[in-house]
């Protein structure tokens, strides 16, 4: 196979993710992994999915067809795997079933989670063997697929069918890294080439990292926008990983995440109450109103309204929203209608929150994707007081609403918000820095004053509502990801070498 050196030929593409929008979502994993490959795809390129075949994902409804079954080693035992194909547009989707690992309520935090994700990206390998479709590329995503360049570098090493293969791990978010006990490197096939040591990462010398295997292995490490790939780089926001990832820095890219144009239009809409476009944007009050009235608030186009919509975790800044939402409630007589699901501390603090103010706070506690639209074609401002944020997508659907974000200035919050100025009449939102209520409180008392102004608000909600989101640039900076990675040799750097130590397995 010579095609490795006709650098701008069509690729073949094979893209890991636990998670794909329509099919399973937690967060934006699943929007990218279900929107991305279709920009890919429209490039020209041969892209194809491939997911666990989750219990919950109906056959009949996705027209799931049997196409083949894997053998996937899993330490001293086999396990097998029936493989369903669908179609995602024209986007082959690949759904690797067994039925003791996936079929289950949820998606993640089971206590086997790293046997369940090593089997999926295990037989995700042996499937484009059994399609006898060898990739030019794996593109892996999260912790989850982590390990797949791990064995591409050592147990396929001398492998005819993955010589030209290369990888691109995408970081979604550094947060969740899969750290897990060493009996698990037996299970994965990789105990015969030890512990990997680090002398800056010493702490998880006794641990199977996974995400920092992605790290090390991958031919290009990418993550979801330019600042978060700078972020991740420094101790605040490196979450340990700083040192691995500074080694490799210089091929850490970030690329911005788009969004689903066609998901994602309040044209077409099918969930909102009233449809609009910019050029109708009287229309859009319709959806405040009737969110006001569905949520028991008080209904009123003057009364502010802001949202949230987000996982309930440490990440999302759930401690300033609850304790901002309180002074602007109490001084300016404002709204917030939160859409959420996670810990119960944040749940407790939300749910405290409402009850102190039902006609003004109230909080649906679910995972409701039809609200979500609701909320976004409805509010006046989207609040995303995030400790950091990898890209976060909520900010863009937001904008592509008429809904004004409200955002700390962190990862890609910091990319794709620019504060606005009322002297100049730049910027799309309103966004603070120091992670504190009164520079959050400071950011929607500005909104509001804004909000007052019909015109300067109209100006903003246009700008938002014609800007590009989509994933035409962000797909096409992916394709010369891959090129590169293709161009590469295809080694651990050298550099990176000397500084691992590989211990031999207990
Ligand atoms: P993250 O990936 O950290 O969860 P993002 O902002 O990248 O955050 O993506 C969040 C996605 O998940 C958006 O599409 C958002 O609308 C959706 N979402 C999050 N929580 C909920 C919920 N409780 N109900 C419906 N949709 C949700």
């Keep these: 196979m010579s095609d490795r050196n006709q650098t701008k030929a069509p690729l073949r593409v094979l893209f890991l993710s636990a998670e794909v929008f329509p099919f399973a979502k937690t967060g934006g994993l699943a929007d990218v992994a279900g929107s991305l490959p279709k920009a890919i795809r429209k490039l020209g390129h041969d892209i194809r999915i ?4 989750y219990g919950f994902i109906d056959k009949d409804r996705w027209n ?12 001293d035992t086999v396990e097998e ?3 369903y194909l669908t179609y995602l547009g024209d986007v082959p989707v690949y759904m690797v079933d067994n039925a003791r690992y996936f079929h289950r309520d949820g998606i993640y935090a089971y206590p086997d989670d790293a046997e369940r994700f090593i089997f999926f990206s295990r037989a995700a390998l042996e499937l484009a063997r059994a399609l006898d479709w060898a990739p030019h590329i794996v593109h892996c995503n999260d912790w989850h697929t982590a390990l797949v360049p791990n064995w591409l570098k050592t147990i396929f090493k001398d492998d005819p069918f ?3 293969t290369r990888t691109v791990f995408t970081i979604h978010n550094l947060a969740y890294q899969g750290v897990f006990g060493h009996r698990i490197l037996e299970v994965a096939g990789l105990a015969q080439y030890g512990f990997i040591v680090h002398p800056e990462l010493s702490h998880w010398d006794h641990v199977i990292h996974f995400m920092a295997r992605g790290i090390i292995f991958a031919d290009i490490i990418t993550t979801v926008s330019p600042r978060y790939a700078q972020e991740i780089m420094t101790p605040e926001f490196g979450a340990g990983l700083d040192p691995l990832l500074r080694e490799r820095a210089d091929t850490v890219i970030g690329i911005l995440n788009g969004i689903d144009t066609e998901v994602w239009n309040p044209a077409t809409d099918e969930y909102l109450p009233q449809r609009y476009d910019v050029e109708h944007l009287e229309k859009r009050v319709k959806n405040k109103l009737h ?3 569905e949520s028991g608030l008080d ?15 440490e990440q999302k800044g759930i401690d300033l929203l609850v304790a901002a939402a ?3 409630v109490r001084h300016l007589g404002a709204q917030l209608v939160i859409l959420g699901t996670g810990e119960e501390k944040w749940q407790e603090l939300i749910k405290s929150a409402a009850a102190k103010f039902p006609r003004h706070v109230h909080a649906y506690l679910t995972f409701n994707n039809p609200m979500a639209h609701h909320i976004y074609g409805g509010v006046d401002m989207l609040l995303m007081p995030s400790r950091f944020e990898p890209c976060g997508l909520n900010q863009m659907i937001a904008m592509r609403y008429g809904a004004i974000p409200v955002v700390r200035e962190v990862g890609g919050l910091a990319d794709t918000v620019h504060d606005f100025d009322p002297r100049t009449g730049e910027g799309n939102g309103f966004s603070f820095r120091p992670y504190d209520r009164t520079a959050l409180y400071t950011a929607m008392v500005r909104g509001v004053e804004n909000w007052k102004h019909r015109d300067t608000w109209r100006q903003l909600q246009v700008r938002g509502m014609t800007t590009d989101f989509s994933w035409n640039r962000s797909a096409r900076q992916y394709v010369e ?5 293709l161009s590469m040799p295809g080694h651990v750097p050298q550099r990176l070498l000397e500084k691992l130590h590989f211990r031999g397995a207990p």
Excluded: K, S
Excluded at 481 to 485: D, S
């Design 50 to 53: 491939v997911m666990p075949r």
């Design 64 to 75: 799931l067809q049997p196409v083949t079954r894997v053998h996937v080693p899993m330490g």
């Design 326 to 328: 309180e002074d602007v």
């Design 81 to 83: 795997g029936e493989v």
């Design 481 to 485: 990801v891959y090129y590169r990675a």
């Design 162 to 164: 993955w010589q030209n």
């Design 291 to 293: 969110l006001q009235e």
């Design 299 to 313: 209904v009123g186009e003057d009364i502010p309204l802001f949202g949230f919509i987000g996982r309930l975790t």
